[in-house]
Nanobody, 129 residues
Framework: QVQLVESGGETVQAGGTLRVTCIIS????????LGWFRQAPGKKREGVAI???????DYADSVQGRFTISKDNAKNTLYLTMYSLRPEDTAIYYC???????????????????????RGPGTQVTVSS
């Protein structure tokens, strides 16, 4: 059974830094595609970042240059480090794992992590102005 559990969300001031963590268990799919997405109140889900099995990465334009996605395969853990946080980054952040591969893309993953097969319950990130 695949489980993803996020942690690390909290309230931070604008301009601050925060790292959220996702511990993944039971995930052995060949896809290896992992990602983060977020959802703010009253808004649609928004993909934030994705990473494939080889470590190729892609970011949403809204976080490019400010957020970093990384993973520790030995610890089965996915991270999202967020720098220069803005009030508009306030949202519930979810990690996700997929069972699909996009072999002709780089990363070799679907671009929308909110459509991935598995997801966690989310962690709240609030950025105060």
């Amino acid at each position: 059974q695949v489980q993803l559990v996020e942690s690390g969300g909290e309230t931070v001031q604008a301009g601050g830094t925060l790292r959220v963590t996702c511990i993944i268990s039971g995930y052995t799919d060949k896809s290896g595609c992992l990602g983060w997405f977020r959802q703010a109140p009253g808004k649609k889900r928004e993909g934030v970042a994705i990473i494939d099995r080889e470590g190729n990465i892609d970011y949403a334009d809204s976080v490019q240059g400010r957020f970093t996605i990384s993973k520790d395969n030995a610890k089965n853990t996915l991270y999202l480090t967020m720098y220069s946080l803005r009030p508009e980054d306030t949202a519930i952040y979810y990690c996700a794992a997929d069972t699909f591969i996009a072999p002709y893309k780089r990363p070799k993953c679907r671009e929308t992590p909110h459509d991935y097969t598995f997801r966690g319950p989310g962690t709240q990130v609030t950025v105060s102005s």
